[in-house]
Every structure is written in C-alpha cells, then in structure tokens.
C-alpha cells in the first residue's frame, strides 16, 4: 500500500504563491537561493521551472546580486507602464466617486460603475479607458468594485409580502 500524499490544508497553492508575491522578503528570500542554487553549480534552465520563471530571470538576478549585493534581489521602483491620469486628476476621481452621484451630471443612475466613469473620465479628461483599465484605476483609488442590487420604487412592500404568505399557504395545501 502507497504511503499517503501530504496536503496542505486551509491554503490553495495560489494563495501561498500570493504570500511570495505580497511580502517583499519572501521574494528576496526566494530570488536569494535561486541565486544560491547558480553558486552552487545548477544552471539556470534546470532552475526556471522550479522558480516559475525564465531562466533569464534567473539570471539577471545572479548578475544584479553580483553587482549590488541582496539590494539587488529587490524589486526595481516605477515598473510598468506610466499611468495616463496625473496624480491630480486621481484625487478629482476619488473626490467625486465620494462625494458626488453620477445624477449630477445627467447620468441616470445613483450609482458610479466602470462605463460610467469611463464616459466622465473621457469627457473631463479627454482620456479614454478600456473596462479592465477603469477597474484596475478604481482599486488602486482603494474602492471596490461592489455588484448593485436592482431596487423599484414603483414596488409595493405589502402587496410583496402578501405574495409570499400566499405563495408559503398554497404550496403547503398542494402536498
């Protein structure tokens, strides 16, 4: 009989490789001994799939090591593409997703959604956004995307909960 496999219990395997990704010093940690693993004489192809990466990456992390030390392990600031919107025009964002309803400005919704921001964006920016992009800039304002709830002011609240008595009475009676 085969020996059982060890799980891990309580963690997906993503959201352990999320920890690496979201504390600095694992990263080092892990980018250390792969360097480790070049000093020790493995070469960097076998490496790269150990280390979920190229092994380009790999070494360019032996050659920054080598010149800077473990600073040279750390992630580089101002990476990826530059954002369109100027940090002041994300303060305006932030202020109106705040503090203003998209009423105030002729939408017909109380409720501020990607393709709504979108339009605004473009109209008072001239800048424009795809949906993914609008959705990533919302969450680097520090929202949320929330899903709305539909609500029809024309319901009537009694007549609703008049439904539901008769609806629990009937089906009882049919069994």
Do not use: C
């Amino acid at each position: 009989m085969a020996r059982p496999v060890l799980k891990v219990k309580g963690y997906s395997a993503d959201d352990i490789k999320k920890m690496f990704r979201d504390d600095e010093r694992y990263t080092i940690g892990i980018r250390l001994y792969a360097v480790h693993q070049v000093a020790l004489g493995k070469p960097s192809r076998q490496l790269e799939e150990l280390y979920n990466t190229s092994f380009k990456q790999i070494t360019n992390w032996v050659h920054r090591f080598e010149a800077e030390g473990i600073d040279g392990l750390r992630d580089k600031p101002g990476r990826g593409r530059t954002s369109k919107l100027l940090a002041e025009q994300e303060n305006i964002i932030r202020d109106l997703i705040i503090s203003k309803s998209p009423e105030d400005f002729q939408y017909n919704t109380a409720t501020w959604t990607g393709p709504i921001l979108i339009d605004w964006i473009k109209k008072n920016f001239a800048i424009e956004f795809k949906k993914v992009q609008i959705y990533n800039i919302i969450k680097k304002l520090g929202f949320t995307y929330q899903k709305g709830k539909g609500i029809y002011p024309e319901t009537n609240q009694e007549k609703q909960e008049e439904f539901k008595d008769d609806l629990k009475k009937n089906s009882f009676k049919s069994n």
